[in-house]
């Protein structure tokens, strides 16, 4: 099993950046996805989930309206379209795999938010 995430990097404020999580060795269709934050010395911070049923979608209220989280089982691949970022979204991002009480993350992609 192995989550991949991808597209981290610097941008200035109000500027975007597109988030991948790559999967393999699970039946990816299957999970329902998400992206979590976290900053050095805080806890881990729900960012959005796109179901693995009819694609639903729900966002923490922060990001609500600026990020989009979208999947595509044919790549097995999950992303989230970050718009108009601000300085506080500047942390490390995780994505999440969840079904039938299994769980796996990846190793997480560092984005910065600065001019």
């Known amino acids: 099993v192995q989550l991949v995430e991808s597209g981290g990097g610097l941008v200035q404020p109000g500027g975007s950046l597109r988030l991948s999580c790559a999967a393999s060795g699970f039946a990816f269709s299957y999970y329902d996805m998400s992206w979590y934050r976290q900053a050095p010395g805080k806890e881990r911070e729900w960012v959005a989930t796109?179901?693995?049923?009819?694609?639903?979608?729900k966002y923490t209220d922060s990001v609500k309206g600026r990020f989009t989280i979208s999947r595509d089982n044919a790549k097995n691949t999950a992303y989230l379209q970050m718009n108009s970022l601000k300085p506080e979204d500047t942390t490390v991002y995780y994505c999440?795999?969840?079904?039938?009480?299994?769980?796996?993350w990846g190793q997480g992609t560092q984005v910065t938010v600065s001019s």
């Open positions: 796109i179901s693995s049923v009819g694609g639903s979608t």
């Open positions: 999440n795999a969840a079904a039938r009480g299994r769980s796996y």
